[in-house]
């Protein structure tokens, strides 16, 4: 895969709606106005043309997304093996092909995969599937917590679709220095890091040399996820839950969360 530039966000489909609404305030008062809401689309991943999973998703960086998907979930072994990505408007919604090496599938059922926005259980088919096993990941830095502070610092104003509908997570990717270098928004927190991991790929950068920076709760399920990619570092303004630390801790993972007296790292 070769490198690309990031994107023109508002080269991207249509990504907020207005909705017309009402504001109360405190003092009785009341005026008429316009919100913008997210989208949320049906986005069907295939790979070699054969439907895997349909995921909703807000729709943007939906390449990213598809790429970030299939490697997180483990539905594509080998990064190398993606041949070419193509993002297509369909009816009632969008779909993304992966032409893959056949080698590097994960079998798949005869039935496509339906993910809610968001979930973070796609690909399961099975209770017992539900937390997978990581391999230990080694550490190339250890996490500053100047590093994080910056990052949070920054990241308001690197999210252009939350600016003006206030309700989309974001997934960064940070230097150890702690400047950000891409940023992915969703409505779903798992989309936001699979189009931020796909980007990562895509752009063919090292994911030992940075970390994640998520503005949502730490789920075991991102554990998951940045775990299969080897990414050892993981900071979310939210604490993690206690599975996604029991979890980190296996890994060799640092998570890290932000309070109001400063940056907790999780050992």
Known sequence: MTARPDPDWASEPATSRPAEGRLYRPDGTAKDLVWQVPEEVPV???????????MMATPADLEDFAVGFSLSEGFVTDPAAIRNVVALTVENGFCVDIAVDEAALKPRSVRALEG????????????????KPVAPIGKAFAL??????????????????????????????????????LVREDIGRHNALDK????????????SSGFVAMTSRCSFELVQKCAHLGIAHLVTISAPTGLALHLARGAGMTLASRSPDGIVCFH
């Open 116 to 131: 809610r926005t968001g979930c973070g259980l796609c690909g399961v088919e099975d209770i017992a599937d539900v937390v």
């Open 44 to 54: 069907a991943i295939m790979h070699n043309s054969v439907s895997t999973a349909v």
């Open 144 to 181: 500053a917590p100047a590093a994080v502070q910056k990052a949070f610092a920054e990241l308001p104003a690197r999210q252009p679709m939350n600016k003006i509908n206030h309700s989309v997570h974001a997934a960064a990717w940070v230097t150890p220095e702690g400047e950000i270098k």
């Open 196 to 207: 931020l991991l796909g980007a990562v790929t895509r752009e063919g950068l090292d994911r």
